[in-house]
């Protein structure tokens, strides 16, 4: 039987949902970003830059707002486990969208939303609905139509978007189980730390680092501002409203990178990328008004 969600439940879930799709247009701007900059620069040196310049903008806010940008917290278990994590994520997803196109890489993430819920089940017991899953699996549906395995762009290196996904996915549940005394400035700079973190992970395996030129250091300064914008509206979002409510919306990333394709790119999608399109964002909105 269909349960109907209270007034203040669904506004919960629909403010948790505005920020989630808020996070997911400025991390796709940040991904093309990023993507530009790693034309011409070492992969680790990007993730150190951009790093370091969100991990200021972060600091900078904390303090503004009379708070010690290094909280004792940060050394609790359940944020060690989110660093290791936001690590994986960072570095894998970074090399995803340097060495493959980024709608596929963005296709590939989007498999986020059936990791983060299957979590939300098993770890903070929410009751996920058959109604609710049947909405996620038809969203992931529509990434295999984008995606269409076999084709041209899901090659080996593909995996590195996988291992990525798994990497954000924890981090995302780990964000929901973060000590509530932590502000989003304060998670956003333990975040930028693991992403320098990251870089110097990837340091050694790549070319030397090179000073960048105008372009690069524009792409850079852009990549971290939208980074932040993406990265506290991502906290607010799996803070907000119930996990499984949310997460769905994630997949409008997919969505986004599409027209960053267009866009920036000059890709042409065909017309099983704008259908699985089209039924990526009618999953979102079923997961969000369906109850458990």
Known sequence: ?????????????????????LAMACFTVEDSFLKAAAQTLPVGQVLISFGILGLLAFSAMAIMAGERPLAPAMLSRVMLVRSAF???GRLFFMLAIALTPLSTASAILQATPLVVIAGAALVFHERVGLLRWIAVAIGFVGVL???????????????FAVIATLGFAGRDLATRAAPPSMSHRQLGVAGFL???????????F???PLWPDPGASTSLLGGALC????YTSLTIAMRTGEVSAVTPFRYTRLVFAMIAGIVVFGEQPDLWTL??????????????????
């Open 275 to 292: 259908a699985g399109g089209a039924l990526i964002i009618l999953a979102g909105i079923a997961a969000l008004t369906r109850a458990k």
């Open 86 to 88: 936001e690590i994986v």
């Open 194 to 204: 693991m992403l320098i973190l990251a870089g110097l992970i990837a340091l050694p």
């Open 145 to 159: 139509l984008i995606l269409r395995p076999g084709a041209e762009g899901f090659g080996l290196l593909s995996i």
């Open 1 to 21: 039987m269909e349960i109907h969600l209270s007034r203040r439940d669904a506004a919960w879930n629909l403010r948790g949902a505005l920020f989630m799709v």
């Open 206 to 208: 790549g070319p030397a």
């Open 227 to 230: 980074g932040v914008v993406a």
